[in-house]
């Protein structure tokens, strides 16, 4: 039975309000929490979780099977389980701030003019500065999912996040003590997380954040499913020349001493991303022409193709590799910072299909 429940401890809800922060100042004003979701009626009387994916798919038929549960889910929990005595998180977009409240009312649908304004939840929001560094690694991961509503899900996540409206202080510490290190290195759920955000409206579903590979639905012009290997881009200190990057390649499942290989299965396009967070550039090797690595194998791009990115170009490098096999290949390295990123990948598709071409020539 999937009847609403209102028995139970309180619980930290992430709302978010609006893809790019539209919402933000409205929420915070109006002391609501809300979902978007237009075209959707009244959802007062759906009582049980069945009864939502019904009026999901009865409303939003063009949707895949992926894009329906995942739009179920969140409205359940707004419709039925986020109620008074809860906590509201609302991560604003704009200021990189937390902001943080109490529900006071749970879900009622109202008669706005804005149509992405009607499913709501009544908040007291409490402090509305609390700044993004304050929180520490576990908490930053659970907030960057892109999903609109969900619970957030950490050790002790909402005793933290109420010291965090109380002081502005994570018990656990924030980012100064958790956060990417030195060389430049972020958390594989932060990797996935800022490439989805860099992909922002073409984006119409993704897998967990959490996971690797990531699997992302894209809109055309970009390939329809996609999944991205992503890794750090760093300069280490020592091993390589000065003046390049490099990302290693490790497989889920690969362990030392074992070779490893993409999965290209399920008619996806396979891409290999790096991301250089201090430069805050993306790189797209040929994931096709790496096959059979080694554990921790590293792959290289020159700096001066990122800082050319990070100048508002494609950055282009041409590469020759030579496998253990086979003949040599020319690859050409595509890098770009996330307002051309749509392009790179456009771009780096199309080279790999011509590579594959002329493989076969």
């Not at 949707?63 to 109620?83: E, I, P």
């Not at 040929?286 to 508002?312: E, H, I, M, P, W």
Request: aromatic share 6%.
């Amino acid at each position: 039975m999937n009847s609403i429940d209102y028995s139970g401890a309180p619980t930290a809800w992430l709302i978010r309000a609006g893809k790019h922060g539209e919402r933000e100042h409205h929420a915070l004003e109006s002391g609501l929490a809300f979902g978007g979701w237009e075209g959707l009626p009244d959802l007062s009387g759906v009582v049980s979780r069945v009864d939502m994916q019904s009026v999901v798919r009865r409303m939003l038929p063009n949707n895949s099977k992926m894009s329906v549960a995942n739009y179920v889910g969140q409205l359940w929990a707004l419709r039925s389980r986020v109620r008074a005595g809860d906590l509201a998180v609302l991560p604003r977009k704009r200021t990189r701030q937390i902001a943080l409240g109490h529900v006071t009312r749970g879900y009622e649908y109202r008669d706005d003019p804005d149509p992405e304004m009607r499913h709501v939840v009544a908040v007291t929001w409490n402090r509305i500065d609390v700044p993004w560094e304050a929180l520490g690694e576990d908490l930053r991961h659970s907030l960057s999912t892109p999903r609109t509503i969900c619970s957030i899900r950490c050790d002790d996540a909402l005793r933290r996040l109420e010291g965090l409206m109380a002081d502005g202080q994570d018990p656990v510490g924030g980012l100064a003590a958790s956060s990417a290190s030195s060389n430049g290195r972020i958390s594989p759920l932060e990797l996935h997380s800022v490439l989805v955000d860099a992909l922002d409206d073409r984006v119409v579903n993704v897998s967990d954040l959490s996971a690797k590979p990531l699997e992302l639905e894209l809109k055309e012009p970009l390939p329809s499913r996609v999944r991205a290997y992503v890794y750090n881009a760093t300069r280490p200190p020592g091993g390589r020349p000065a003046g390049e990057h490099k990302v290693q390649l490790i497989v889920p499942g690969q362990v030392r001493g074992e070779r490893g290989n993409f999965d290209i299965s399920d008619d996806h396009t396979v891409l290999l991303v790096g991301y250089a967070a201090e430069e805050s550039v993306f790189v797209l090797w040929d994931a096709g022409a790496y096959r059979d690595f080694g554990y921790s194998r590293n792959v290289q791009v020159k700096s001066r193709t990122l800082l050319n990115a990070f100048a508002g170009e494609i950055g282009l490098q041409e590469r020759t590799l030579r496998p253990r096999r086979g003949k040599t290949v020319r690859e050409t390295v595509v890098a770009a910072t996330a307002g051309r990123l749509d392009e790179a990948i456009e771009l780096r598709v199309n080279l790999s299909l011509q590579r594959l071409l002329d493989e076969f020539d």
